[in-house]
């Protein structure tokens, strides 16, 4: 049961995750529009976002950290 509770967590937390950041962007209506105007100027990051959202790109391959736009969306953000 270990095993599969391991299994499960390594496959399904990252979709959790990305689930539960993107509600939270939806519930503010001005870090919603301010998303989808970065995510204009950026239509590949949109179109990899919705793909994982989709389940058509595993979630766990989905890191801001790696695609190195962490800091970017971070500094740029309407809070700060």
Known sequence: ?????RDW???????W?????L???IRRPALAEWTVAALA???RLASYLLAVA???VPPSACSLRRMG???AMRSHSPHG
């Open 9 to 15: 967590s390594h496959e399904l937390d990252p979709k």
């Open 69 to 71: 736009i962490h800091g």
């Open 23 to 25: 509600q939270r962007v």
């Open 41 to 43: 100027r950026r239509p």
């Open 17 to 21: 995750r990305f689930a539960t950041h």
């Open 1 to 5: 049961l270990a095993s599969y509770a």
């Open 54 to 56: 989709g389940d058509l």
